[in-house]
């Protein structure tokens, strides 16, 4: 996939400089009345817009566009609707005011981690796409944007650039590791939302699962926590713990042993 930094005009911003030097992206201009031949040889565009950063195809209209908006109204009206009686909130072990420092590490859209937060975890977001890296970091910067409610949330949450599998822990003890791997679907016929689409194209599908949740099992202190879809296979060889089925997904939990 190939990837350019577009600018609005003749010579770039000191954001788009940064942007373009930190992914190590080719920067081109994007005049609003035509498509340059040059942005043609590419996939897709990073570009500002309304000071916010988005990724959006080079040429195909139909494409759509991704950018980390945690105002999302479908995403705060979860957050705020009895997310204590949902299954994120049961796989994750909350009881009466405990609040386990997680490590989401396959954060993606940063959605779960937005959910995680709202609860009042303090949550590391970790995510192995420089592409991805880079939207979560504007999603999360723009605090001015927010109202406070949000603005708040945001502040539990910590953004880090790695893979799990090369992740060397710091002094921070994670109680909980949360994992939602990109997996193709297992209907081909399935309608996938136009987010999810590109960032299935940005990361590709993992087959590393069972090495993920040995990874997991490793850093975690009290559990580890697996997003799936309802009737997908488990990771690795064994069972969960516990499961908890929706009517889409399922949260399998597996429980780590004191000492």
Not at 249 to 258: C, N, Q
């Amino acid at each position: 996939m190939k990837i350019a930094v577009a600018r609005t005009g003749p010579d770039p911003t000191e954001r788009e400089i940064k942007l373009s030097t930190d992914l190590d992206l080719p920067t081109i201009e994007l005049p609003y009345a035509y498509l340059p031949r040059e942005v043609r040889d590419f996939d897709y565009l990073l570009t500002y817009r309304d000071s916010r950063l988005l990724l959006q195809s080079a040429g195909d209209t139909q494409a759509g566009e991704l950018c980390i908006d945690f105002s999302d109204a479908k995403l705060n009206f979860r957050a705020n609707s009895s997310i204590r009686n949902q299954n994120i909130a049961k796989a994750l072990g909350l009881k009466g005011g405990s609040r386990p420092v997680v490590l989401d590490a396959t954060a993606g859209l940063g959605k779960d981690a937005f959910l995680m937060a709202s609860l009042g975890c303090e949550v590391s977001l970790l995510e192995r796409s420089k592409v991805v890296h880079a939207l979560l970091a504007d999603g999360l910067n723009r605090l001015e944007y927010y109202e406070k409610g949000i603005a708040t949330i945001l502040m539990r949450m910590d953004l880090r650039f790695g893979d799990l599998l090369e992740f060397k822990a710091d002094s921070k003890q994670f109680d909980v590791v949360y994992l939602d791997p990109m997996f193709p679907p297992r209907r081909k016929s399935a309608k996938v939302k136009k987010d999810m689409a590109l960032l299935q194209q940005l990361l590709g599908h993992q087959t590393d699962g069972a090495q993920l949740l040995d990874c997991a099992k490793r850093l975690a202190k009290k559990r580890v926590v697996v997003k799936r879809a309802k009737l997908s296979p488990h990771l690795g060889s064994g069972r969960p713990d516990i499961e908890f089925k929706g009517s889409s997904s399922r949260y399998d939990v597996y429980l780590i042993a004191s000492g």
